[in-house]
């Protein structure tokens, strides 16, 4: 069963405006969550993360919101760019920093200039 | 410069052939991993390794063997191909809580 569920599976938005990317998940134990990033023909490459203490982590135009209770997360791109096109994956890792991360299945995101 | 560097890039392989996918790696990391990417799955776990001379099987191992002879070499081999395994393959490895990821290896087995 997939551990790690992302929806949308594509999402197209204007320059400028803010993409929205979500992501839940099923083990309460789980309690690390990148988000990596994939650029065609590249591999994916971390670009944000949070841990289940905090509910909001930012850095810079991407902003991450976590809610424990109701065991999801989203990533926010504020001001989004033609080169944020891309495919995002939201991950999940639960125990000790030793623990395998269970990765779901992207979101393919489009920045229309 | 690549710290994950995969080869090769590409690969056609015939169904029943032997293949192998290599991993080399400059981080001087201990864990390495193999994942295989298909559209609407993701990044599945094949195999793992934490030391040299020993791998683990990860979520989808079946039909897929590694090898770890070094800190720096990960292989994937596929002793008898199948339709099934056209995917990409993704090598990485991982220093605390951030993996580092190869440029991918595209297989296609006809």
């Known amino acids: 069963q997939q551990q790690v569920r992302q929806s949308p599976q594509s999402l197209t938005v204007w320059e400028g405006e803010t993409a929205i990317l979500n992501c839940s998940y099923e083990?309460?134990?789980?309690?690390?969550f990148p988000w990596y990033q994939q650029f065609p023909g590249e591999g994916p490459a971390l670009l944000i993360s949070?841990?289940?203490?905090?509910d909001k982590k930012e850095d810079g135009r991407f902003t991450i919101f976590f809610n424990k209770r109701e065991k999801k997360l989203s990533l926010h791109i504020t001001d989004s760019q033609p080169g944020d096109s891309a495919t995002y994956f939201c991950?999940?890792?639960?125990?000790?920093?030793?623990?395998?991360?269970?990765f779901g299945a992207g979101t393919q995101l489009i920045v229309i200039p | 410069e690549a710290a994950v560097t995969q080869s090769p890039r590409s690969k056609v392989a015939v169904t029943g052939g032997k293949v192998t996918l290599s991993c080399h790696q400059t981080?001087?990391?201990?864990?390495m991993y193999w994942y295989r990417q298909d559209t609407g799955h993701g990044l599945r776990l094949i195999h793992y390794?934490?030391?040299?001379?020993?791998?683990e099987k990860g979520d989808i191992p079946d039909g897929y063997k590694a090898s770890r002879p070094s800190q720096e070499n990960f292989s994937l081999i596929l002793e008898l191909a199948s339709l099934s395994q056209t995917a990409v393959y993704f090598c990485?490895?991982?220093?605390?809580?951030?993996?580092?990821f190869g440029a991918g290896t595209r297989l296609s087995v006809l």
């Open positions: 390794s934490y030391v040299a001379d020993s791998t």
């Open positions: 981080n001087n990391h201990d864990y």
């Open positions: 990485a490895s991982r220093d605390r809580n951030t993996l580092y």
């Open positions: 949070i841990r289940s203490v905090s």
């Open positions: 991950a999940a890792r639960g125990g000790s920093a030793l623990g395998r991360l269970h």
């Open positions: 083990d309460s134990t789980f309690n690390y």
